[in-house]
């Protein structure tokens, strides 16, 4: 047990009620800031107003509750830390590190190599000037390897600028992207340790680049292993995973657990049951190695 103090967070996307991948990275990310001794904040990432829909977040919220979650703090709402996105966004362009671009997702697609995460903007803006009308506003990636220890996946290397390339901060219709405000808000909400879902395991060389040129501290990291559905895509809204129910919170609390590798519990009568039996219980070792999800194998040491 690492020592000084523990935060984590949850940080679902409210595009849908809650389903069992969320719920996984619920339970991983509570168990293991609860066993630290830690914190556990939430924060709704709705940052993206297309993306939202109505009353999803006020659904994930009693959900999370019925089950018998316990949140710190106040929840955060990104759809109300714009001003704070948008001064970390100024930083940079002062700095010179971000510049406009006005391609298509079209253009980009027909000239761009695939990387560890879709297209790899091959640059072509690189040497346009801000304040020209409307345009995504990209990172300037500089050219280094990042290295980090998840601390279930073990080392991951990546060289953002060829595997990733630049990304973008802004859209050109002003929403502020996930990689920028969730770089924000987890220094704002003091998080030391990430425990999220492996399908962002790509995402988490981009956002160690930001802490860097932001002056922001790393937490530590640990991505789950990711829940797949029978054709073997990752489960999420868009795929229509099925909800859980709010109604039920035992089955699906025992299943999230047994996913996560953990002993089978033996007989439990209640929510009640579970917390104390998976407080006492929970061992992160035992989290099964990632299925599914590898960077290009050179960069994978
Ligand atoms: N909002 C993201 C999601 O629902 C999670 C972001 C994170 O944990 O960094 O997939
Ligand atoms: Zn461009």
Same mark, same amino acid.
């Given at each position: 047990?690492?020592?000084?103090?523990?935060? *984590? @967070?949850? !940080?679902?996307?409210?595009?849908?009620?809650?389903?069992?991948?969320? %719920?996984?990275? $619920?339970? /991983?990310? =509570?168990?293991?800031?609860?066993?630290?001794?830690?914190?556990?904040?939430?924060?709704?990432?709705?940052?993206?107003?297309?993306?939202?829909?109505?009353?999803?977040?006020?659904?994930?919220?009693?959900?999370?509750?019925?089950?018998?979650?316990?949140?710190?703090?106040?929840?955060?709402?990104?759809?109300?830390?714009?001003?704070?996105?948008?001064?970390?966004?100024?930083?940079?362009?002062?700095?010179?590190?971000?510049?406009?671009?006005?391609?298509?997702?079209?253009?980009?697609?027909?000239?761009?190599?695939?990387?560890?995460?879709?297209?790899?903007?091959?640059?072509?803006?690189?040497?346009?000037?801000?304040?020209?009308?409307?345009?995504?506003?990209?990172?300037?990636?500089?050219?280094?390897?990042?290295?980090?220890?998840?601390?279930?996946? *073990? @080392?991951? !290397?990546?060289?953002?600028?060829?595997?990733?390339?630049?990304?973008? %901060?802004?859209? $050109?219709? /002003?929403? =502020?992207?996930?990689?920028?405000?969730?770089?924000?808000?987890?220094?704002?909400?003091?998080?030391?340790?990430?425990?999220?879902?492996?399908?962002?395991?790509?995402?988490?060389?981009?956002?160690?680049?930001?802490?860097?040129?932001?002056?922001?501290?790393?937490?530590?990291?640990?991505?789950?292993?990711?829940?797949?559905?029978?054709?073997?895509?990752?489960?999420?809204?868009?795929?229509?995973?099925?909800?859980?129910?709010?109604?039920?919170?035992?089955?699906?609390?025992?299943?999230?657990?047994?996913?996560?590798?953990?002993?089978?519990?033996?007989?439990?009568?209640?929510?009640?049951?579970?917390?104390?039996?998976?407080?006492?219980?929970?061992?992160?070792?035992?989290?099964?190695?990632?299925?599914?999800?590898?960077?290009?194998?050179?960069?994978?040491?």
């Amino acid at each position: 047990m690492p020592a000084g103090p523990y935060r *984590g @967070r949850f !940080a679902p996307t409210p595009s849908g009620p809650l389903h069992f991948g969320s %719920l996984v990275a $619920a339970l /991983g990310s =509570y168990l293991e800031a609860r066993s630290h001794g830690g914190e556990w904040l939430l924060r709704i990432e709705d940052v993206d107003p297309p993306r939202v829909v109505a009353g999803a977040a006020d659904a994930i919220l009693r959900t999370l509750e019925a089950f018998g979650f316990e949140w710190d703090g106040p929840v955060v709402h990104q759809s109300r830390r714009l001003a704070a996105y948008r001064d970390a966004l100024e930083h940079l362009i002062r700095e010179g590190w971000v510049y406009p671009c006005t391609c298509s997702r079209k253009q980009i697609t027909a000239a761009a190599r695939r990387g560890v995460d879709g297209p790899v903007y091959p640059g072509h803006c690189r040497a346009r000037r801000l304040g020209h009308g409307p345009a995504a506003l990209r990172l300037r990636v500089p050219a280094a390897r990042i290295v980090f220890d998840d601390a279930l996946q *073990g @080392r991951v !290397a990546c060289d953002v600028a060829a595997e990733c390339g630049d990304f973008v %901060l802004q859209r $050109a219709d /002003g929403v =502020y992207t996930y990689q920028l405000a969730v770089v924000v808000d987890d220094a704002a909400q003091g998080i030391t340790h990430v425990v999220r879902g492996a399908d962002l395991l790509a995402s988490t060389p981009r956002q160690i680049i930001l802490q860097g040129l932001l002056g922001l501290p790393t937490p530590r990291y640990l991505h789950l292993p990711v829940v797949l559905d029978a054709r073997g895509d990752k489960l999420s809204k868009q795929t229509l995973a099925q909800p859980i129910d709010p109604r039920t919170p035992l089955p699906a609390l025992i299943a999230a657990w047994s996913f996560l590798g953990q002993r089978p519990p033996g007989r439990l009568d209640s929510v009640q049951e579970f917390w104390s039996m998976a407080r006492a219980g929970w061992i992160a070792s035992r989290i099964p190695p990632l299925r599914g999800f590898r960077f290009a194998s050179p960069h994978n040491t």
